[in-house]
Nanobody, 120 residues
Framework: QVQLVESGGGLVHPGGSLRLSCAVS????????MGWYRQPLGRQRELVAR???????NYTESVKGRFTISMDTATNSAYLSMNNLKPEDTAIYSC??????????????WGRGTQVTVSS
């Protein structure tokens, strides 16, 4: 069906930057929304940012002004640019997409996640 594959995680010092990428592949007609969620160790998963196919975005309060979500509809990819990273940003970051296919309608799909660690 549909696969989402993340890349770009890693270890960074506080104040540093990372850019996560999410590539969507498989059989589908349209990407409705894409987003990034994160789950710190021992805590619940939380929404970081979402973007619609028209480019409307929303962010969780703690990342506003530091993170930017974007989507490239030509390549079916989403990105999360993260600046001024803090230790509390450490988590597994997962890509999410609400994607429409003629065979299955609109469904949620998830990537496997990529680890982001912010530490000195």
């Amino acid at each position: 069906q549909v696969q989402l594959v993340e890349s770009g995680g890693g270890l960074v010092h506080p104040g540093g930057s990372l850019r996560l990428s999410c590539a969507v592949s498989g059989t589908f007609f349209k990407i409705n929304l894409m987003g990034w969620y994160r789950q710190p160790l021992g805590r619940q998963r939380e929404l970081v940012a979402r973007i619609t196919s028209r480019g409307m975005t929303n962010y969780t309060e703690s990342v506003k002004g530091r993170f930017t979500i974007s989507m490239d509809t030509a390549t079916n990819s989403a990105y999360l640019s993260m600046n001024n990273l803090k230790p509390e940003d450490t988590a597994i970051y997962s890509c999410w997409g609400n994607i429409y296919g003629f065979q299955y309608g609109s469904q949620d799909f998830w990537g496997r996640g990529t680890q982001v660690t912010v530490s000195s």
